[in-house]
Each structure stands twice: as structure tokens, then as C-alpha cells.
């Protein structure tokens, strides 16, 4: 998968964006990793880099972050890739998803879009549909890093006059 | 058997996880090296010990949150902490509302910003100051993020530079990050069971 940054998502267009850039150069080089080690990390345990493709997509559609949603379609993992998950990364229903991959998006989409419901009895749910406990970790970070970074993605826009 | 803490309040709860946390006797050299241990540095969160399940994730997000908290120059530290705030009132986790509510105050010295944003939610009525870092805040937490037009027009006319904005900006995204962890993998209790 191509290396996604900040900066070739927003493009220096301006001097706003270049002096944002420049005087943050740490944490826009550190938010590209966090990014980076979500959607592909060395070890992605028992969430797949297809998967988490698919829900940086499906996320990134949501959310309406369409410079993301553009990079993300023109970088479709070569391996793992399938119908179900092509259904995912277009925000439909998993259908004909095992158990376990139907419990992962549900969870995806509830901290994505409504982190505030989240309870216990969501975390019970995961463990009984087979996601291990150090994967329910990985989804949790997943979904934080790409709310995160689609957030600062749309505040520089704004910022910068482009929303 | 304690209490689950269901209302926001400064006085900081005990975090308790719904996730093994990693042991440290038993925790892998990529672990040890993501929760920066040393032999002169062995006390370590139980959450942080949660979030070393994935340590790839771990090593970049520490010094991330870091320079973002905790950089030098730019927006204040007060209104770093108004912004964490703002994204841990809307998303509901109670824990991250504890402790940014009490540095603020701590920092701002102004208790009853805190008080009103507890008796008003996101709706609180705050000075013209307070109100727009905590509404953009708000608004930048929702999923997908409304932020109303004039809104950054306005901190600039207030005197804050896009800089201090951008900062502002990464607060409150930090947050979104930061609540989808401690809200939904274990929850506050009165007291240590």
C-alpha cells in the first residue's frame, strides 16, 4: 500500500498550510505513522490489512473525507481482498460475513460514529463472537487513529480555506 | 463491589479495564520498548498496559500525544485542555472528562467554566472567549465533523493565530482518539475493587 501523508493529502496550496506544516513538522511526520501503523502495520494480529483497508474506507466515506476515500480506492491491497470486503469499504451491510468479521464492523462503526455508546456489553459481544482480547486493542486503536486523523485532515481544510 | 461513575466530575476515578492488561514478567521486547521500560522506569497505567496489546500502535501514539498536549510554543495549555475537553464531553467518557477538567481548572484557574460545562453539556454558555475553543471543539467531535462556517474567521478575529488554531484542532482530534480507548475498553469506578 502507498504511503499515505498529511501533506500529500492536503498539498502545500498556501502559505497557511506550508507554515502549519513546517512549524509542526513532528507531529504531522508522527500522525502519518500512527496512520501508517493502523491501516498497515507489520504485525496486524488478527485484524487484516484488508480489513482494516476496507474500514479506513468505509470510515472515510462516512465521514466525508474525500481526499482519504481517493487515495484509499486507488491503493486496494493486492492480497485478501473480496467481495465481502469490497461491501464493507462501500459502507454496506457485511452480508455473508463469518460471525467473528460481522462483530469487528459493527464494533468499527459503533466507535466510529457513536464512541459515546460504547459499554462493557460491547466488549462482551466481540470476546463471544471469537475476536481475541490484544485484537480488541488493535480495533480500538484502529478506529481511534483514522477518527483522529480524518479530523485533522478536515480542520486544516478549513483552515486553510479548502472545506 | 464499587461504583461505576455515570455523571462528570473532577475528581478522578479508578480506571478499570475490561481487557487483560499486558503483564509486564511476560511482555515482549517490542512491548517493553513501546511502554519505555527501563530498569529505572517499571511503573506503568494499567491502561497503558492495555494499549501495549498493540505495540506498533503504542510507540508512535506516546510522543504523538505528547507533542500535542505538551508542545512548546502555540496555544496555551489551558486551552489545549478546554479543547480535550470539549471532544471528551461530547463523545461521553467520563475518565478523560475528569482529568482535563481538572488540569484546565489547575491551569485556567476558572472553575466556573467547568461547572457550567457540566450543568450544560455541549450546549454550555460560556464567555465569547471560552465558547468558541469549546464549540469547535464540539463540532470538530462529531462523526462526521460540522464546523460552521466563520467559525475559524472568528478565532481570528479574536486574536488567535492559525497556528494556535491548527493546536486547537489537534487537541480536540487527539480526544476523538484518546475517548474511543478509555471509554470503551473499561470504565470508571468510585474506587480500586
Redesign the interface.
Known amino acids: 500500500m502507498q504511503t499515505i501523508s498529511l501533506e500529500t493529502l492536503i498539498g502545500r496550496h498556501d502559505s ?1 498550510a506550508s ?2 506544516f513546517d ?2 513538522r ?2 504531522i511526520d ?2 502519518d ?2 496512520l501508517h ?2 491501516i498497515a ?3 496486524p ?1 488478527g485484524i487484516s490489512r484488508g480489513l482494516r483497508w476496507a474500514l479506513a474506507l468505509r470510515m472515510a466515506r ?4 474525500d481526499e482519504l476515500v481517493d487515495v484509499l480506492e486507488t491503493s486496494e491491497p493486492e492480497h485478501e481482498t473480496s467481495g465481502i470486503l469490497g461491501s464493507i469499504a462501500v459502507g454496506w451491510e457485511a452480508t455473508g460475513a463469518d460471525v467473528r468479521t460481522s462483530a469487528i464492523v459493527a464494533h468499527a462503526d459503533m ?6 455508546s ?1 459499554t ?1 456489553q ?2 462482551v459481544k466481540l470476546i463471544e463472537a471469537g475476536v481475541e ?2 485484537d ?3 480495533l ?6 483514522l ?6 485532515v ?3 481544510k ?2 486553510t480555506g479548502r ?1 | 463491589m464499587t461504583t461505576v461513575v455515570e455523571q462528570f466530575t473532577t475528581k478522578i476515578p479508578y480506571w478499570n479495564p ?3 492488561p499486558v503483564d509486564l514478567a511476560t511482555a515482549s521486547q517490542e512491548q517493553k520498548e513501546a511502554l519505555k521500560i527501563t530498569p529505572s522506569n517499571m511503573k506503568v497505567s494499567e491502561y497503558v498496559l ?2 501495549a ?2 505495540p ?6 506516546s ?2 500525544f505528547n ?2 498536549m505538551y ?1 512548546k510554543d ?1 496555544l496555551g495549555r489551558a486551552e489545549r485542555e478546554l479543547a480535550a475537553l470539549g471532544a471528551s464531553i ?4 467520563v475518565y478523560c472528562t475528569a482529568v482535563h477538567s481538572s488540569r484546565y481548572i489547575s491551569l485556567s484557574k476558572r472553575p466556573e467554566v467547568v461547572d457550567e460545562i457540566f450543568a450544560s453539556g455541549i450546549d454550555a454558555e460560556l464567555d465569547e472567549n471560552a465558547s468558541a475553543l469549546f464549540d469547535l471543539s464540539v463540532k ?2 462529531k ?3 460540522e ?1 460552521p ?1 466563520g ?2 474567521g472568528d478565532l481570528r478575529a479574536m486574536g488567535y493565530s ?2 494556535e ?2 493546536d486547537l ?2 487537541s ?3 480526544f ?6 478509555m ?3 473499561g ?1 470508571p469506578l468510585m474506587s480500586k475493587p
Open positions: 497557511v507554515d502549519l512549524k509542526r513532528e507531529i508522527l500522525s505513522a500512527c501503523a493502523a502495520p507489520s504485525d494480529g462516512l465521514h466525508s473525507i466507535l466510529a460514529n457513536e464512541p459515546r460504547a462493557k460491547c466488549i482480547q490484544a480488541i486493542v488493535r480500538s486503536e484502529f478506529v481511534g487513529v477518527s483522529y486523523y480524518m479530523r485533522v478536515a480542520g486544516v478549513l483552515l472545506a | 475490561y481487557i487483560v492495555v494499549l496489546h498493540d506498533e500502535t503504542l510507540a508512535v501514539r510522543p504523538l507533542e500535542v508542545g502555540g461530547y463523545n461521553g467518557c470538530l467531535s462523526a462526521p465533523p464546523i462556517e467559525s475559524i492559525d497556528l488554531i491548527f484542532i489537534l480536540a482530534a487527539m476523538g482518539w484518546a475517548n474511543r480507548l471509554h470503551s475498553l470504565e
